[in-house]
């Protein structure tokens, strides 16, 4: 940290300056300098995350506003921002004007699914639960669990169950292929959506022997096999003038072998849905239970479910038959923003998410380090003025809770500025993943952005804290559209769109200087709904895991201090010479107290301003306060 400094002199130059601790309130940070840590985003054992740190005493909400527009964030009371051009994954600030906004069809079905929760259409299965009244029929010939009958529907009732039922087939195929690829079973690319379709009384005579109990099949591997083809050049490179089909069997990448991959990893549906699963020829069959599925000697069977996937399959969702709609008591869903306090409730839901989702043991999720990520902040609460300036909630650090008949599901923490609302974490309960809180609760803050901007006109951005292009399972963020990406050297919003084609090529890029040409056909640079929803929209479960996960930062890293100092720097033509110090209780420009200094340490500490300077800007450093307390 900063070199001492005499004492009498420092006393009499503090005195000197007319600012004293009773100041209206005011940004205070201790300079941590350049951190080293491992990276939770590449994996790497290497202290390969460089970022620059700063521990704040206090942040005024406009400040904070500031420091987002220039890159840095914060994990409870620390304030961290990556040294893009050094770090291993560049990690940009990425934000949305929320008035412009355009779901995507991924993103409708996510709030159809919870209003069918709501309305009692679908219903949380905990293992071992059974969604049939105590009343129910034992005999189940002709009919699966799911409540539709093996035979052709008859009314529009069972249509819109069957309905229900493929929509069901398809979330959980899509774990599947999410769990295929945590494996290494398949490669980590942006897979398309899976379709579970009904197969027609006439088809079903068509094929093998057993298939008059085929109810439903999917193609999702043959769509997986041509997005692979299309995401791996290097397969094209390395076999030019082959036949993909070939390519593809080789690498174990044919929709046959994908079918194959994906029976494996929906061996559990028998035991949730009552069908069961067979690959045939690259098809996804779906089987009524009340007959075996006929075996294929070509299938091979891999089993690896003792991860993630498996966990979640065994907690999905289950559909309710028709003839129960009636009796079903609608559920509430009350969503309430508190400000930033301990909750216990929210504490033991937070421990639970941290040991089932990320797996972290008992003592990673202590309520210290639990307060320090997620209660504490140094945010200065700015209550409401009815003037149309503030929201009415006020602006500073909140919890938002998501309520369901009386339990808490989610928390969403986040911080209101001036310009925008700003997501920093979301934890969840794992029996209610099939809902996909992480994205219903963007699409809930969003539209609160849009509700508020009526009567806080400054507060238009939905800001979703970094973007690392270089990490799959983060680009999700990339699917609420129109998005903006901040430029780490100029601090100009760039159009997604526009950012994308440089990100393909280079880690770190300077964004704002990426130029279209004026001969180019501005019509390259849209991207239907469709090829961004295959792209970004639907990662798999893994990305309401990541949705908002910064990592719990903690100023523990290695520091500056220990790397050569930088040279001297003349501070009457510099910008050191103007940040503002805190000692003692007052407030003085370092110009005028630098004297007061030894020259070793007055170059030192001139070495430190001078960097602090650059990260976060002149404007802030004249403004917030360098604390140099002894």
């Given at each position: 940290m900063a070199g001492k400094m005499k004492r009498s002199e420092a006393s009499s130059s503090s005195r000197s300056s007319n600012n004293n601790s009773n100041h209206r309130a005011e940004t205070v940070v201790v300079d941590y300098g350049k951190n080293k840590s491992t990276c939770g985003y590449c994996k790497s054992k290497a202290r390969t995350s460089i970022s620059h740190g700063l521990w704040a005493q206090s942040v005024t909400i406009n400040d904070y506003q500031d420091l987002l527009d220039r890159g840095w964030r914060r994990s409870g009371c620390f304030l961290y921002k990556p040294e893009m051009?050094?770090?291993?994954?560049?990690?940009?600030?990425?934000?949305?004007?929320?008035?412009?906004?355009?779901?995507?069809?991924?993103?409708l079905r996510v709030t159809r699914r919870m209003q069918r929760f709501l309305g009692g259409a679908l219903e949380c299965k905990r293992p071992g639960e059974s969604t049939e009244g105590p009343n129910a029929s034992k005999d189940t010939r002709g009919q699966t669990p799911l409540g539709?009958?093996?035979?052709?529907?008859?009314?529009?009732?069972?249509?819109?169950?069957?309905?229900?039922?493929m929509n069901y087939l398809s979330d959980q195929v899509d774990k599947a292929i999410c769990s295929c690829s945590e494996r290494g079973e398949l490669p980590d690319i942006q897979s398309p959506k899976a379709s579970v379709k009904k197969v027609l009384q006439a088809k079903r005579k068509l094929l093998a022997e057993g298939s008059e109990d085929l109810l439903y099949s999917s193609n999702i591997a043959f769509q997986l096999a041509a997005a692979i083809r299309r995401c791996l050049p290097e397969y094209k490179e390395s076999h030019k003038g082959r036949q993909s089909g070939h390519i593809a069997e080789e690498n174990g990448l044919s929709p046959k072998l994908i079918a194959e991959k994906l029976e494996s990893s929906l061996n559990q549906l028998g035991n949730t849905s009552g069908l069961s699963v067979k690959a045939c020829n690259g098809h996804l069959n779906f089987y009524s239970a009340t007959k075996p599925a006929p075996s294929h000697g070509s299938a091979q069977i891999v089993s690896n479910s003792n991860r993630s996937a498996s966990r979640s399959e065994s907690k999905g969702c289950s559909l309710k038959n028709n003839s129960e709609y009636t009796q079903v008591k609608r559920q509430r869903l009350e969503i309430r923003l508190k400000r930033s306090s301990f909750d216990s409730e929210e504490y033991a839901l937070?421990?639970?998410y941290q040991m089932m989702v990320h797996n972290d043991t008992p003592d990673h999720v202590a309520e210290g380090s639990y307060r320090r990520f997620l209660v504490d902040t140094p945010l200065i609460y700015i209550p409401p003025t009815n003037d149309g300036t503030v929201p009415p909630c006020g602006f500073g650090s909140f919890h938002q809770q998501y309520v369901i008949d009386g339990k808490l599901v989610a928390v969403g923490v986040i911080d209101i500025l001036p310009k925008c609302l700003s997501s920093k974490y979301l934890f969840w309960d794992p029996d209610f993943a099939f809902l996909s809180l992480g994205k219903y609760s963007a699409l809930q803050e969003i539209n609160w952005v849009k509700e508020n901007q009526l009567l806080c006109p400054t507060l238009q951005y939905y800001y979703l804290g970094y973007y690392i292009h270089s990490c799959s399972k983060m680009r999700y963020k990339a699917a609420y559209r129109p998005s903006e990406l901040l430029c780490p050297l100029r601090y100009r919003w760039v159009a997604f769109d526009i950012s994308k084609p440089l990100l393909d090529t280079n880690k770190y890029a300077v964004l704002s200087d990426w130029t279209i040409s004026q001969d180019r056909d501005s019509s390259s640079l849209d991207v239907s709904e469709?090829?961004?929803e295959i792209q970004y929209d639907d990662i798999g479960q893994d990305s309401e895991v990541l949705m908002y996960d910064e990592g719990m930062?903690?100023?523990?890293?290695?520091?500056?201090?220990?790397?050569?100092?930088?040279?001297y720097v003349d501070v009457e033509n510099g910008d050191a010479g103007n940040v503002l110090i805190g000692l003692n209780g007052s407030r003085v420009r370092f110009k005028d107290i630098k004297q007061a200094f030894v020259p070793t340490e007055r170059s030192y500490l001139e070495s430190q301003l001078s960097r602090y300077t650059e990260v976060v800007g002149e404007e802030l450093a004249e403004r917030m306060v360098y604390s140099i307390e002894p």
């Open positions: 051009d050094k770090t291993c994954c560049p990690a940009y600030t990425i934000r949305l004007k929320a008035a412009d906004f355009v779901a995507s069809k991924e993103q539709v009958s093996s035979s052709a529907p008859n009314n529009s009732g069972e249509k819109d169950g069957e309905e229900k039922i937070y421990r639970r469709d090829v961004m930062i903690e100023p523990e890293y290695e520091s500056s201090d220990n790397e050569p100092h930088l040279a």
